[in-house]
Nanobody, 123 residues
């Protein structure tokens, strides 16, 4: 599976962005997907995950209620809708895929990674 994330940019505090992650391959629908982020000088951290069927989702406490992960298996795409953005959301955002049903919250649980897209929240 090859992943390409896009949709990042510069946004003001309180604004919204929607990230997309396009996947290649015919087996996209069998992968659980996740979003992670890495701020300068910090480790890559979990943001959100979604099961292959979109029946289950899981969020980091820091984004719960503000971010929504979704997927469209017909378009081989996973999304991250980000609302109420804060300066601490500034980071490079990565999408990732893993061929297991269990939703992963750690980077090592994912087998495939996109190249990352930068989100900058200005105050």
């Amino acid at each position: 599976v090859q992943l390409q994330a896009f949709g990042g940019g510069l946004v003001q505090v309180g604004g919204s962005l929607r990230l997309s992650c396009a996947a290649s391959g015919r087996t996209f629908s069998s992968y659980s997907m996740g979003w992670f982020r890495q701020a300068p000088g910090k480790e890559r951290g979990f943001v959100a995950a979604i099961s292959w069927s979109a029946g289950s989702t899981y969020y980091a406490d820091s984004v719960k209620g503000r971010f929504t992960i979704s997927r469209d298996n017909g378009k081989n795409t996973v999304y991250l809708q980000m609302n109420g953005l804060k300066p601490e959301d500034t980071a490079v955002y990565y999408c990732a895929a893993q061929p297991r049903a269990r939703l992963g919250v750690r980077a090592y649980e994912y087998d495939y990674w996109g190249q990352g897209t930068l989100v900058t929240v200005s105050s």
